[in-house]
Every structure is written in structure tokens, then in C-alpha cells.
């Protein structure tokens, strides 16, 4: 049976290894539905390549440009704005969605599609870090499938698959430690955005490679793991290990370690969740072990790291927290790259904004989307502060 895919996110680095993953399989997959912020004349390529005929843009005014381009087929039907992402994300014949919009905006979106039965293939990782309560309890109600795009929770899914959960005793999170983890924290006190844009092993886009060099990257993937495994913050640890290959590992009570490996390449974690439960041929070689390979792994130290720590303390917390921690950290890293607000103060605005923000059990949505607007205002507060001197 062919799978239909809707893709959301389709122009970023997540869509990019999406569409190598569909071009691998077309035997199994078609793409039926794309979405975009704003860059349309990199969706009408996408369009014409995959034969597309629903296409959305977040931009309404560049949607309304794309329409007039002639750069679509004339049957083309269009989704713009918030709305149209969501009814995207219920296209009547679509199998899998998958969510790779950076920050915030396809929580609606895959609200909707588990509403309506739809696998989730889950790449933006703040859905679950802002909802998860609400998230999760649509995906037990709708008996849906909830696949992990991310790679350490894609390790984590299949070093688990076919385990009693009642056998796992820990969850350990590997990170490469980003960009400067070989720099001591006070030689970060001019690093520019252009230096934060350069990862190591794994090609992404800007957000997440900045988060994954102060590591608020691994706080954010700490509070999905809690989500999407029901594991409370004391049995979630994170390891060190720079070279990407093992993804994560399951420690069972008996003590046996269970990891994931594989290139530093999204396209693993992807084509799993698209093909799942079947496997076929990859899209890139996998790892050669008749060459010299090393792994090293190390503790991830909470003093030099505060972003990580200022994310477990959120998920002990819990409640709005982690949402508050999120929120905080998108102003922060917006003000870093747009703002020139100094590397060292993104911890500074996270943790000013959850002393400062109201915590509390949400009861629903309502109640964490307005958690979040308020985190917002008092994390742009905390910016201009930082920025005034
Ligand atoms: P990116 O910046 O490269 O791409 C983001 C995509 O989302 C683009 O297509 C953009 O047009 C689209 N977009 C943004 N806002 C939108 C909106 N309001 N409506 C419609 N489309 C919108 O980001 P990315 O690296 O591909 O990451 C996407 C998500 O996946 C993030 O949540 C990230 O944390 C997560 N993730 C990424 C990686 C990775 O390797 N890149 C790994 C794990 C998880
Ligand atoms: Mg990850």
C-alpha cells in the first residue's frame, strides 16, 4: 500500500532530508500536501517535482504571490496562513503528517491530525515541550501513532520497541555538546551568531543549531522524552559523546545498555518513521566499521551548560515551566541573532523569566498558550534590560 505524506516545514532542513527520503522509496511513499513559511519559488520546485497539488504558505501575502507566479499547476489548491496549515494537516487522504515547522506553530496543526487519526511523524520538538500533557492525551484518545522525527527519540523508540516499559529503568540522551564544547565558557563572551551557526556533525537549521550549542537543545529533547515515554526527569540523563553516531540509549533494571547507532544524517530517523513498521534500503551508506572510528562519551557538565539545567529544573517543576522555558529561550536566541544580544546572556533571560513568570498546572491549552504570551513579554523585557546595559 502507498502511504500518503503531508509534509509541513517542507523548505527547512527537516523537509530537505524529507524529500530525499520520498525520493528514495516512491514505490511507497507520495507526497500529497507542503507547507511553507514564505519561499514559495522553492515549493513550486518541490510542487513540480512530487506532482503536489495542495500547497500552503504561512505568508499570506507571498501566498497570494505564489498563486499569481504561473509557477503552479493551475489545479493547484491553496492553503494560507495559520488555518491552512491545519487544514493541511487533515487532508482527508493523507496517511503520515509530518511536522517539521520550526518553534510553536504546528501544535494546532498536529492537534488537528491526531483529531483525525493521522500518524504524526514529530520533528518540531516544541509541540510536545509546550503541550505535551494536552498532546499526548489526544494521541491516547485517538489511538493514534506518535513517530519521533528527533533523532535521540528515534534511537529511544526503536531501542524500546518490543520491551515491557516496566523493564526500563533509565533514558540516556546523548548530545554532541554543540559548536564550542571544546571552549572554555569565558572565551564565549564574543561569540557571534555566525560562530553559533556552525555544528560540528549535523546540518540544521538556525534555531536548533544555536539551541544545540548552549544545549537548550538537550533541555528541550529532556522535556519531549518525558512526553512521549512517560519518564519523570530523574530517570532522563544526558551523556556527552561529540561524534553523533550513537543516538541515545535505554538502560533496562538489569543493567544492560541498549544503543542506537548510525550516521549523523536525518534521513535514519525519518525514513523509519515514513516506512514504519516496514524497513527498506537507506538513503545514504551507513556506518563503516573497516575504518578507524572513535566514540568517546563524557558527563555533561550542569555548571557550563546552563541552559540544560535551567530545562531539568523546569521539568521537575513541570506545569507551565517547561513552556516558560521554551518561550524564553525563542526570545532569547532571536535577540542573539537579530538583537546582538551577548551569547553568554541567553541563560540569564531563561532563568530571569522563570523566576519571574507565574507557574502552575494548566488545566488546558488556553492556559499554556497564555503562559507562553506572558514568558514572552517578560523575557523581552528581560532582553531590552541586557541589550540597554
Ligand atoms: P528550518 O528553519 O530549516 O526549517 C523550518 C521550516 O518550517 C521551513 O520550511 C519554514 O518555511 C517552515 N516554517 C516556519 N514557520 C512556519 C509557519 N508558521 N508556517 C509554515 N511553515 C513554517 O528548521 P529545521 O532544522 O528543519 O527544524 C524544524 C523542526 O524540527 C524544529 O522544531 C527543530 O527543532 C526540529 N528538529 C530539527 C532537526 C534537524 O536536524 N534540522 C533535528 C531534530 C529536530
Ligand atoms: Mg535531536
Redo the contacts with the bound molecule.
Keep these: 500500500m502507498i502511504k500518503n505524506i503531508v509534509l509541513?516545514?517542507?523548505?527547512?532542513?527537516?523537509?530537505d532530508?524529507t524529500l530525499k527520503v520520498l525520493r528514495k522509496n516512491p514505490q511507497s511513499l507520495k507526497l500529497v500536501g507542503i507547507?511553507?513559511?514564505?519561499?514559495w519559488k522553492e515549493l513550486a520546485e518541490i510542487a513540480r517535482e512530487f506532482s503536489v497539488l495542495d500547497v500552503?504558505l504561512?505568508d499570506e501575502e507571498r501566498c497570494a504571490e505564489a498563486k499569481n507566479s504561473g509557477l503552479f499547476s493551475p489545479e493547484t489548491r491553496w492553503y494560507a496562513g495559520?488555518q491552512g496549515?491545519r487544514d493541511l494537516a487533515v487532508l482527508p487522504d493523507a496517511h503520515t503528517v509530518v511536522m517539521?515547522?520550526?518553534?510553536t506553530?504546528g501544535l494546532l496543526p498536529t492537534l488537528d491530525a491526531i483529531k483525525n487519526g493521522k500518524t504524526i511523524a514529530l520533528?518540531?520538538?516544541?509541540v510536545l515541550v509546550k503541550a505535551g500533557k494536552f498532546v499526548m492525551a489526544a494521541v491516547r484518545k485517538h489511538k493514534v501513532n506518535i513517530l519521533p522525527?528527533?533523532?535521540e527519540h528515534n534511537a529511544l523508540y526503536q531501542c524500546m520497541h518490543g520491551h515491557p516499559r516496566e523493564h526500563v529503568d533509565k533514558l540516556i540522551l546523548t548530545a554532541s555538546g554543540g559548536a564550542f564544547l571544546n571552549k572554555r565558557l569565558c572565551d564565549l563572551q564574543h561569540i557571534s551568531p555566525q560562530d553559533a551557526l556552525k555544528h560540528p556533525n549535523?546540518?540544521?537549521?538556525?534555531?536548533?543549531t544555536i539551541?544545540s550549542s548552549t544545549m537548550a537543545?538537550k533541555g528541550?529533547e529532556l522535556i519531549e522524552a518525558h512526553w512521549l515515554y512517560d519518564m519523570p526527569a530523574e530517570r532522563l540523563n544526558v551523556v556527552i559523546h561529540p561524534q553523533s553516531i550513537v543516538h541515545s540509549m535505554v538502560q533496562y533494571v538489569d543493567g544492560t545498555i541498549l544503543a542506537h547507532l548510525s550516521p549523523p544524517c536525518?534521513t535514519f530517523p525519518i525514513q523509519h518513521c515514513l516506512l514504519y513498521p516496514e524497513r527498506a534500503e537507506g538513503v545514504r551508506a551507513t556506518l563503516d566499521f573497516s575504518t578507524l572510528m572513535q566514540l568517546e562519551f563524557r558527563p555533561a557538565d550542569p555548571q557550563r551548560f546552563a541552559c540544560l539545567r535551567l530545562a531539568q529544573e523546569a521539568l521537575r517543576h513541570n506545569g507551565v515551566a517547561p513552556a516558560i522555558f521554551n518561550a524564553a529561550n525563542e526570545i532569547a536566541v532571536e535577540a542573539f541573532i537579530h538583537a546582538s544580544l551577548p551569547y553568554l546572556r541567553i541563560p540569564n533571560v531563561i532563568e530571569e523569566t522563570l523566576e519571574s513568570a507565574k507557574t502552575f498546572e494548566p488545566t488546558s491549552l488556553e492556559d499554556v498558550l497564555d503562559a507562553d504570551l506572558e514568558a514572552r513579554r517578560i523575557a523581552n523585557k528581560v532582553v531590552l534590560s541586557y541589550i540597554r546595559g
Design positions: 509541513l516545514g517542507a523548505t527547512g532542513s527537516i523537509g532530508s507547507a511553507g513559511y514564505s519561499r500552503g504561512f495559520a496549515l517539521a515547522v520550526v518553534g506553530a520533528a518540531s520538538k516544541e522525527v528527533d533523532s549535523w546540518k540544521m537549521g538556525p534555531k536548533v539551541d537543545n528541550l536525518m
